[in-house]
């Protein structure tokens, strides 16, 4: 059976899709994020179109990874030990959700700045963001 253009547009999509290639920025140690040039901003979490315009033209950049703690809160697993989720408001432009490490979980506080790194744990196949204080001179 043929497949029409749109077809292989679709196929082409799926098999680079923007969670795709997000992990392969992050298997490199970066965090990236798309760029919408219609709406003039930051796109995040990776998508096929811009939510504000409908643009399918987003282009990709990678962040500097320095941002500010907007909201936290401390998880108190049955079993294992305590841990921080926190929405992380990345200078660039854009909110995401990950942990700050290198502290107590109870010590991260809202405004305070932080520096992304990569976490690829062993038990775990794709690596993930986590943020670390940042500490000022």
Do not use: C, H
């Not at 298997?27 to 003039?40: F, I, N």
């Not at 697993?77 to 408001?89: F, K, M, Q, S, V």
Request: aromatic share 12%; proline share 5%; net charge neutral.
């Amino acid at each position: 059976m043929k497949t029409t253009v749109g077809e292989s547009k679709l196929i082409e999509r799926a098999e680079r899709s923007p969670l795709v290639i997000y992990k392969e920025y992050l298997s490199r140690g970066q965090l990236a994020y798309q760029w919408d040039e219609q709406a003039q901003k930051a796109v995040f979490y990776p998508r096929l179109f811009g939510p504000v315009t409908g643009n399918e033209s987003l282009s990709w950049r990678v962040s500097q990874g320095v941002g500010t703690v907007y909201a936290t809160t401390v998880i108190y697993p049955r079993e294992g030990t305590a841990y921080n989720i926190a929405l992380i408001d990345i200078d660039e432009g854009y909110r995401l959700m990950s942990r700050v490490e290198g502290l107590a979980p109870e010590d991260v506080r809202i405004g305070m700045r932080v520096k992304f790194r990569v976490f690829s744990p062993e038990s775990v196949e794709q690596a993930y963001p986590v943020f670390d204080r940042l500490v000022t001179q």
